[in-house]
């Protein structure tokens, strides 16, 4: 099986490329959109595994690529480093919500009486409780490796963020230097009360959830899984530990097979929305 590479057009005219899995099951089964972290997209590594291995078990699965994550036409490089410089997590935010809408409305086909449910990875899992917090129409979300604050930076380094205009950070995959402006910032500085308060986006919630960490992730350490646990509902929240593994469960890019651990993932995870989604 492999997946359907379908464009979407955001509000603000941007391309946000999907990719669907599971076309026989639009009409049968739940929906389930993917949202990749910081430095990722839909064809990394595990995506597209991932969205076969939903599809194979009756869900529509959707991998995508956020408009200003810096991969183009080419799908797997990083081409397009002016526009990952101008990204925003408020931006991410809305474009899912433009997605899950669209995704409502036959986007897809008509999915007329079935749940639409979110895994968001890294970075991602932030966006996916952001969004959920804020969207009835998503019905469930999973986080894999979940960030629980979107300011990850230093009074200093702010400041010299500031000054600068832009920071560099090194993507030792590529070997590339990405620039983040001073417009990420300004984002975090006017919403991070409110839209990117994972906190209050946690409380709120307000649909099952279920937050997924590996022991052993060095990127966004178990102690920030552990903390949105704390803020979630309990009784309707999951989390599952998984032992001696990290941030990507094992997976690397290109990929070079499943892992065990993935493979605990995806059961929990899919069990997880079979309950939860109708």
Do not use: C
């Not at 997605?99 to 036959?106: C, D, E, I, S, T």
């Not at 030792?172 to 990117?196: A, F, G, I, P, Y």
């Not at 990507?248 to 651990?261: C, I, L, M, Q, W």
């Amino acid at each position: 099986m492999s997946g359907k590479e379908i464009t979407f057009q955001a509000s603000d005219g941007e391309i946000i490329r999907t990719t669907l899995f599971g076309e026989e099951n639009i009409g049968k089964g739940a929906v389930i959109l993917m949202v990749h972290g910081f430095k990722g997209f839909k064809d990394w590594g595990f995506w597209p595994y991932i969205g076969e291995y939903f599809a194979d078990r009756g869900f529509v699965a959707v991998t995508f690529n956020f408009s200003y994550n810096g991969v183009g036409e080419s799908l797997t490089e990083f081409d397009q480093l002016e526009k990952f410089a101008d990204n925003t997590f408020s931006r991410e935010i809305r474009e899912l919500r433009e997605l899950v809408k669209a995704a409502r409305n036959g986007f897809y086909r008509d999915i007329t009486g079935h749940d639409i449910g979110v895994i968001g990875h890294s970075r991602g899992g932030g966006i996916a409780l952001a969004a959920g917090a804020e969207d009835d129409t998503i019905s469930a979300v999973a986080t894999w490796s979940a960030v629980s604050d979107f300011n990850r930076y230093s009074e200093k380094h702010r400041a010299r963020w500031r000054e600068r205009g832009y920071f560099e950070v090194l993507n030792t995959r590529t070997n590339q230097m990405m620039r983040l402006n001073s417009v990420l910032l300004d984002d975090l500085e006017q919403n991070e009360d409110d839209l990117l308060n994972l906190e209050k986006a946690t409380r709120q919630l307000g649909k099952p959830l279920l937050i997924v960490h590996g022991a052993q992730d060095v990127a966004v350490p178990i102690r920030e899984g552990k903390q949105l646990f704390e803020w979630a509902d309990k009784d309707n929240t999951e989390f599952l530990r998984v032992e001696n593994t990290g941030h990507t469960f094992g997976a690397v890019h290109p990929f070079e097979g499943t892992t065990d651990a993935l493979e605990s993932v995806l059961r929990k995870t899919s069990d997880f929305f079979k309950e939860k989604l109708k």
